[in-house]
């Protein structure tokens, strides 16, 4: 190990300290070197701090990152799981609200540890609706059971909580809707009104005899507000599929006049329910999310993507397929419907390198809610799954949701555990992955992982065999069998494995299908200068108006601007971090074009980068 400084001011007028190290990676051993350049009057005004001892600190401090680089960068998590079936997700300051079937409900300020809320089912003393059986006793007595289907969670502009809860019969459609309101998130709620009934053997809500193989199932309700924040309700289930109502803001009715709404898709009791729809501010696009498929352990549920650039459709898949034609024929209710949609996941597990499972494997994920996270920056996809195996228990959960270059959605492979995607080094990539091809089938079968290889070359061999390439920070393509897939490279957590893996995600437009890899084998380390370099970069990125960084511990940091004379130029952010991934945006206004050092600190750490800021 050796320290050099450089006492002449070089061509760009910085002072340099070089750090450089010999580490064992595979037999032989590579050298290693950092450094760090400091602006010749920075260097003159605190030369007199700088010491044998200050610098050996600082490369402890280096050589502590790097010799971490390419190992384990998340904490082994603390899961705490709950039971929902059908959660919808609503956000309340910083808690995130789960609201299910038969009154289930819990809540968590991270995604990673849930506390449960109300379980009991439904029945007087449940914390949402305390006197249920007769604050709801009209809409038991349509729909004929004391029971409550899939609802969900809405906070309107007059800042009160409003709950969309839905009793179907269960062999027919024979279903009420209504709303109830709340001054918290938590209840007591109180009932307002039925909105719409279905299932009657006589006229409908559009004045039309009620016909269940064109008409809606009225359950299932989601309600949200679109870019204009005009208020929407989607809704259906099975039986005449899935339609939109447009809404009161004020009021949370529907607006007069509507009958059922519009329809967007299913009919002829094509199995199809659960839908959500969520606006990227990104794409422009709403995303239509959708499960087909029966929800038992063995009947296939399944999670599937649409969009349109208009919340009341129409809804498109990758192929170009209008979702209005996704409907039952021939009595055919599954594999009609099979060839629509962007099919997101399925039923799958993961097996080791000896083809024993891992443990992580899922059957029957769906009836999902999603939400964009604005102060993260992060998409999340929360679900209800079974589990390979183990019958009808079920439980919630969080995967992280990410953008590909088509504009679609990808779904990270492994559980929400505070990972983000960030810079990946193509070095970190070539190894031995569990592969899952999600297909497009609607079935009960579990899809076990095949083993790949993706080697430094840039090809893909073992049980499919094609080419890999990384793009830009994160960004993957592969194509396999000649099919293109578009997507994401990120390091998660493997709970099977009980390590830090890398994983791919990735969507093929031409087919509709997502593949899914997580790593098998230890990964090598890093093995030059250029990648060890990026590899400490993610304790600090800056990208345009945003800043990624990460923090060991959640609490308060700042992000501050630095002139090269070590003025203070502004504070470019402040708040509270989470331990893990961050990203901020940050205020520039205060800054001419120019060079400056971007320092963050948070407790008594702090990292700096050096940053040319050009006007734009």
Request: charged residues 15%; neutral net charge.
């Amino acid at each position: 190990m050796g320290t050099h400084f450089m006492d002449s001011a070089t061509d760009d007028s910085r002072y340099s300290i070089r750090y450089s190290f010999k580490e064992t990676i595979q037999p032989g051993a590579v050298m290693h070197s950092v450094t760090i350049s400091l602006h010749k009057e920075i260097f003159r005004s605190f030369r007199p701090l700088i010491s044998l001892y200050t610098v050996f600190f600082l490369l402890i401090i280096i050589f502590t990152k790097s010799a971490h680089c390419g190992q384990s960068a998340i904490e082994p998590p603390v899961f705490r799981d709950v039971s929902v079936h059908d959660p919808s997700v609503l956000r309340v300051n910083d808690t995130f609200w789960v609201i299910g079937s038969h009154l289930a409900s819990a809540y968590s300020t991270d995604l990673i540890k849930w506390t449960q809320y109300t379980n009991d089912g439904v029945r007087n003393g449940n914390k949402l609706i305390p006197n249920v059986t007769e604050e709801l006793s009209e809409t038991f007595a349509w729909s004929k059971v004391t029971g409550l289907w899939a609802g969900c969670f809405a906070q309107l502009d007059n800042g009160k909580f409003y709950m969309y809860y839905c009793s179907c019969e269960g062999s027919s459609p024979l279903s009420a809707l209504g709303i109830a309101v709340s001054n918290n998130i938590g209840g007591p709620y109180t009932n307002l009104k039925i909105l719409l009934r279905s299932g009657m053997n006589g006229t409908g809500e559009d004045g039309t005899r009620y016909n269940a193989n064109v008409h809606p199932n009225a359950i299932d309700p989601h309600t949200f507000f679109d870019a204009q924040h005009t208020l929407w309700m989607v809704y259906g289930s099975y039986s005449g599929g899935i339609y939109i109502i447009k809404m009161d803001p004020s009021t949370g009715y529907q607006l007069p006049n509507q009958g059922y709404g519009k329809k967007l898709m299913g009919g002829n009791h094509g199995q199809l329910e659960g839908v959500f729809i969520q606006y990227s501010p990104h794409t422009k696009y709403y995303y239509l999310f959708i499960s087909f498929g029966g929800l038992g352990a063995n009947d296939g549920y399944n999670l599937r993507v649409a969009r349109s650039k208009n919340p009341d459709g129409p809804y498109l898949d990758p192929m170009g397929n209008d979702m209005i034609n996704c409907k039952a024929t021939g009595g055919d209710t599954r594999g009609s419907l099979a060839p629509y949609g962007h099919k997101l996941a399925g039923n799958f597990q993961f097996m080791d390198e000896n083809g024993k499972a891992t443990g992580i494997g899922y059957a029957s994920p769906g009836h999902n809610s999603t939400i964009y996270d604005s102060v993260s920056n992060r998409y999340f996809n929360i679900m209800h799954t079974r589990f390979p195996g183990r019958g009808e228990f079920h439980q919630v959960r969080v995967h992280q949701m990410f953008i590909n270059e088509d504009e679609w959605f990808v779904m990270a492979p492994h559980r929400y555990a505070g990972e983000n995607a960030i810079f990946i080094n193509a070095e970190s990539i070539p190894g031995t992955y569990a592969f899952v091809d999600h297909g497009r089938d609607i079935s009960g079968t579990v899809k076990n992982s095949q083993k790949v290889t993706l080697s430094r070359d840039g090809t893909i061999s073992g049980a499919v065999t094609g080419s890999w390439e990384k793009r830009g920070d994160y960004l993957m393509r592969m194509t396999i069998g000649g099919t293109v897939y578009n997507g994401v490279a990120l390091r998660q957590w493997d709970s099977g494995l009980e390590r830090e893996v890398m994983a791919l995600s990735a969507m093929s437009v031409s087919k509709g299908n997502s593949i899914w890899m997580s790593r098998l084998d230890a990964e090598v380390k890093l093995k030059n200068t250029a990648s060890l370099e990026h590899c400490m970069a993610p304790y600090l990125i800056i990208r345009n108006e945003k800043a990624s960084f990460f923090l060991e511990h959640a609490g308060d940091a700042r992000i501050i601007a630095y002139d090269h004379s070590g003025r203070k130029a502004g504070i470019l952010w402040s708040g509270r971090g989470i331990a893990g991934q961050n990203i901020v945006t940050l205020n520039k206004a205060s800054l001419v074009p120019g060079a400056y050092f971007f320092t963050l600190r948070h407790g008594n750490s702090s990292v700096t980068r050096h940053i040319v800021f050009s006007a734009k």
